[in-house]
């Protein structure tokens, strides 16, 4: 049996390692945006959300410079600038955005609007398929990264406009667009071969704001939904959460675990469990089994460790709402 020294010794081991890991990573994140920083010959781009930096990262490789400006836990719809923003804002060649309402924090909003070099990227592609942005209430859903094959369609401006700057690497750009193109499909097939196993009955989603509605009409949906598709998913708070829940938010909730059979609700990552609380107390108290899962998703935020990247914490969706909706 271990003694109370020893487990003692081995809690303290275990804080301190861990303390040691998020010391190093913090380091590496200083040491890289001093490094983004400093002038080397290389195109500074600054993307606002990590879903838009990492295809940049597998676009530009070593020949630019990458920086996402909201990382972590951070939620797009409220962030406004901080010290040291407008910074990154001056030295960026070329900045990306979600757009459709995404960033829509006024000192951030105006920011990007005044950019010289900033490109809208949800504007591209609602141009080129204004019938596949979704909206809600008359409000356009900005959440379109949660369709992979929907996203993937960002690819092309990014390399048109890194091309502009740096036409020596057209070719490079587009070899490894090419790549990142079939990866991308390749995700995308694999989450709705992993979705579509889940029965019928069970493919419907309740997480705790309305990010997953692009998620839901491409991976849950069933053919013959039509546009019945909107019934497979449900949320508490609207496009941009902000916690604040009326009685008749809660019941009609309820109604709709009550009506589909739902027994799991889904938190978000970045987002307040307070809301899915609340339903699951109050469902309770009406005789309803209802669970909170213990895995968060990935909705406005990407994850950390194995699945922070976008691709990994997509791929980390369709398996965590397969398992729980299958059980």
């Not at 070099?117 to 942005?133: D, F, H, R, T």
């Not at 071969?193 to 029965?199: D, E």
């Not at 307070?274 to 909705?299: F, M, P, Q, T």
């Amino acid at each position: 049996m271990r003694s109370w020294g020893s487990t003692l010794f081995f809690v303290f081991s275990v804080i301190f390692s861990i303390s040691l890991i998020s010391s190093c990573s913090q380091s590496e994140r200083v040491q890289r945006f001093r490094s983004w920083m400093e002038p080397n010959g290389k195109i500074k781009i600054l993307s606002t959300i990590t879903q838009i930096g990492d295809l940049v990262e597998e676009i530009g490789g070593d020949r630019v410079d990458s920086w996402v400006l909201m990382h972590g836990e951070l939620d797009p719809h409220s962030y406004e600038l901080v010290k040291g923003d407008d910074e990154k804002f001056t030295r960026a060649d070329l900045v990306f955005y979600n757009g459709l309402g995404l960033e829509h924090g006024a000192s951030l909003d105006a920011t990007l609007q005044r950019h010289p070099s900033g490109v809208n990227l949800g504007a591209w592609i609602e141009k080129k398929y204004p019938q596949k942005i979704l909206r809600k209430n008359q409000l356009i859903d900005p959440h379109v990264w949660m369709d992979v094959s929907l996203w993937k369609e960002t690819i092309d401006p990014i390399v048109e406009n890194l091309i502009l700057l740096d036409p020596e690497g057209k070719e490079f750009y587009q070899r490894r667009a090419l790549q990142l193109n079939e990866k991308m499909d390749a995700v995308h097939e694999e989450m709705r071969a992993y979705l579509q196993k889940i029965p019928a009955h069970k493919r419907y989603l309740v997480t705790s704001h309305d990010a997953f509605h692009y998620f839901t009409k491409t991976y849950l949906a069933d053919p013959s939904d039509g546009e019945a598709w909107t019934e497979r998913f449900a949320a508490p708070e609207g496009l941009a959460p902000d916690g604040q829940l009326n009685p008749r938010d809660i019941e009609a909730i309820i109604d709709y675990l009550r009506e589909k059979k739902i027994s799991v609700l889904f938190p978000e990552s970045n987002v307040s469990r307070d809301s899915i609380k609340k339903i699951v107390s109050a469902g309770r108290e009406l005789g309803l089994h209802i669970s909170i899962c213990s895995e968060a998703l990935y909705g406005d935020a990407m994850g950390t460790g194995e699945n922070k990247s976008y691709l990994d914490s997509m791929r980390h969706n369709a398996e965590v709402i397969s398992r729980y909706l299958e059980g």
